[in-house]
């Protein structure tokens, strides 16, 4: 069974940074996308970047572009997100979740396919 381990989130101050990680073991991983999502208080969960595995190729929506930065460490099965110039409408619990398909960016927002794992989340909090 795969589990993914979110870790990183906290209190920041509005255009600053943290990095959130997704760790990922299991026996087999058997996905091809890391996929974060946030879900803010009262807001649907929103996907705002993913790397493929495959090729390692990474996509963002619109509203992180410029700002969040996804990547990866093989060696340690995990998975970065990291997050400058943080704005008070970032605030939400960031979950990482594996697709076992595919992902891609499109519409100003992230695709995917059919989400297979998910994390338990960490709380990321931008104010004052």
């Known amino acids: 069974q795969v589990q993914l381990v979110e870790s990183g989130g906290g209190l920041v101050q509005p255009g600053g940074s943290l990095r959130l990680s997704c760790a990922a073991s299991?026996?087999?991983?058997?996905?091809?996308?890391i996929v974060w999502f946030r879900q803010a208080p009262g807001k649907q969960r929103e996907g705002v970047s993913c790397?493929?595995?495959?090729?390692?190729?990474?996509f963002y929506a619109n509203s992180v572009k410029g700002r969040f930065t996804i990547s990866r460490d093989n060696a340690k099965n995990t998975v970065y997100l990291q997050m400058n110039s943080l704005r008070p409408e970032d605030t939400a619990v960031y979950y990482c979740?594996?697709?076992?398909?595919?992902?891609?960016?499109?519409?100003?927002?992230?695709?995917?396919?059919?989400?297979?794992?998910w994390g338990k989340g960490t709380p990321v909090t931008v104010s004052p």
């Open positions: 979740a594996a697709d076992e398909i595919d992902c891609y960016s499109d519409y100003g927002g992230i695709i995917y396919y059919n989400i297979k794992h």
């Open positions: 790397i493929r595995l495959s090729d390692s190729n990474t």
């Open positions: 299991g026996v087999t991983l058997d996905f091809s996308a």
